[in-house]
């Protein structure tokens, strides 16, 4: 079973920036079939992918956030970051964390980021 704690949520204007951290109980890139990546899920919508990472490094990310958010890993091979900047208010959502790892998807309790106009 393998643990996700996020953190770097918080409030912020539109045009600020934050930096989510995700952390696994466990070694995620240590075998190239496993990855993590960044949901999110505003009120009333479905959770949608923000940015996915491979073992490799390889990235991809959701049209709405290409050339403003930045997914990378951390160098312990358990750690992703979200490095989110031009925030604007339609970012305003719970991001969750995901692993796939040991064929299987974990998921963290996720993190609050609020963006006011």
């Known amino acids: 079973q393998v643990q996700l704690v996020e953190s770097g949520g918080g409030l912020v204007q539109a045009g600020g920036s934050l930096r989510l951290s995700c952390a696994a109980s466990?070694?995620?890139?240590?075998?190239?079939?496993?990855?993590m990546a960044w949901y999110r899920q505003a009120p009333g919508k479905q959770r949608e992918l923000v940015a996915t990472?491979?073992?490799?490094?390889?990235?991809v990310y959701a049209d709405s956030v290409k050339g403003r958010f930045t997914i990378s890993r951390g160098s312990a091979k358990n750690t992703v970051y979200l490095q989110m900047n031009n925030l604007k208010p339609e970012d305003t959502a719970d991001y969750y964390c995901e692993a796939y790892a040991n064929m299987d998807h974990y998921w963290g309790q996720g993190t609050q980021v609020t963006v006011s106009s």
């Open positions: 466990q070694t995620i890139f240590s075998n190239l079939e496993n990855y």
């Open positions: 990472i491979s073992t490799s490094g390889f990235s």
